[in-house]
């Protein structure tokens, strides 16, 4: 019988994540054309926003228990699926309900690559997973990283926005070939246990204060950046290129994350990230011209490691929650950036009309937007600053892996 090709999985699990990523950065790239497009509001666009991003924890929660039961493979033929049709339906879109629909879809094939990946990735580096869970999601923010060139460049030469939508076929097919006809470790060698052992594990009050953080790590990451466009588009710098060198930083902070988690250990690199994303933001919104950039930089550094070591640490701190732990982590995340989307929206369109009232009109009106919003994002990780030290305090002295027994 043929052995588990290790590398082959986990090559395939990045253009898998680039696939995601690139429907992120995509869809920050094209909100102004589907706004002109189909005369949508800020609030309508969030609504879109919130589809695609709602649909990823439906799949991770869904999915954390049906890794246990089904194992990776089918996971990613579903994702697989979910992807193509969500794709090809936003490409056909006719108005704002099928653009609901069609992101549904794609954030469901999103999620589901979460609930595949992320166990089998543990799985198969047991002895590192950390480190591999910040090398596989390296490739969120590389993957945002040339959504955003190539939506600025497709934009710019005038291409259209289902031209864009199109491009996320090429990691599609790309992960699809790399998984087909390959072995996949079985969901009992990812130190899966019976689902009510999951359940037990995840009552553990480490686990529970880790999925309030993620709230608030998700929200201080995503809902940023999913709305760079509409924050800072009338600041005298490029949003696609603030995108674009946000999760280029990103990237390869996420490659290099072995030495960083090492000396500062999971909890200390997370209470650094949320001080470091705190000053990112708060210079954003009292930055224009050449210093969002400087702003962005610090933002980059900043939001870094939230994600995938929200997740290692998940897996290390906690293991008894298995792949359901990870998954509803994750979900938990995205379910309340997606929750949030309306609402960022809302923030920018109530923003816009307070700076009419007092006299401001075009780019000086859509920049006091910007910034008004930005001082209520910034809420989120002064929070975590607080809960990161909580954390801290909970498993200061601990080795990996006895927390789930606190």
Not at 3 to 18: G, I, M, Q
Not at 118 to 131: E, G, L, V, Y
Not at 209 to 224: D, F, G, H, K, P
Request: glycine share 12%.
């Amino acid at each position: 019988m043929s052995k588990v090709n290790n590398l082959r999985l986990f090559t395939a699990s990045c253009f898998a994540l680039v696939t995601t990523a690139f429907a992120f950065a995509i869809r920050a790239g094209i909100l102004d054309s589907l706004s002109k497009e189909f005369t949508l509001s800020d609030t309508q666009l969030g609504y879109i926003n919130q589809m695609a991003i709602l649909g990823f924890p439906i799949a991770t929660i869904v999915g954390g228990y049906l890794y246990n039961v089904f194992g990776a493979k089918r996971m990613i033929v579903l994702a697989l699926v979910s992807h193509l049709l969500g794709i090809l339906l936003t490409i056909y879109a006719s108005g704002f309900y099928l653009l609901l629909i069609s992101n549904f879809f794609i954030g469901f094939g999103n999620g589901t690559v979460e609930a595949a990946c992320n166990p089998m990735i543990a799985a198969m580096f047991r002895k590192n997973q950390t480190t591999m869970l910040n090398r596989f999601h390296v490739w969120f923010p590389g993957g945002i990283f040339l959504g955003a060139l190539i939506s600025k460049f497709m934009t710019d030469s005038g291409m259209s926005w289902q031209a864009q939508i199109a491009v996320m076929l090429i990691p599609t097919a790309i992960y699809a070939y790399l998984f087909y006809g390959q072995k996949f470790p079985e969901a009992k060698d990812a130190g899966q246990a019976k689902f009510s052992d999951n359940l037990k594990g995840m009552l553990n009050p480490v686990y529970i204060l880790l999925l309030v953080c993620m709230i608030l790590t998700a929200n201080t990451e995503l809902s940023t950046q999913q709305w760079v466009e509409r924050l800072l588009g009338a600041s005298g710098a490029s949003p696609m290129l603030i995108l674009a060198m946000v999760t280029g930083l990103m990237a390869v902070g996420r490659f290099f994350a072995g030495p960083v988690v090492h000396r500062l250990n999971p909890t200390g690199v997370l209470w650094a990230s949320a001080v470091i994303a705190t000053l990112g933001i708060y210079m954003m919104g009292h930055s224009s011209g050449a210093m969002v950039y400087v702003s962005a930089i610090m933002f980059a550094i900043g939001v870094c490691y939230f994600w995938p070591t929200m997740i290692g640490t998940t897996s290390e701190y906690v293991p008894q929650s298995g792949a359901l732990g990870m998954s509803i982590m994750g979900g938990m995340g995205m379910f309340a950036t997606g929750i949030a989307q309306p609402i960022v929206g809302g923030w920018i369109d109530s923003g816009r009309a307070a700076a009419q009232a007092q006299g401001l009109v075009g780019d000086a009106a859509e920049m006091a937007a910007g910034q008004a919003t930005l001082g209520k994002l910034i809420v989120f990780p002064i929070i975590l600053i607080f809960a990161f030290g909580v954390l801290w305090f909970m498993l200061r002295g601990k080795p990996h892996g006895a927390a789930a027994h606190a």
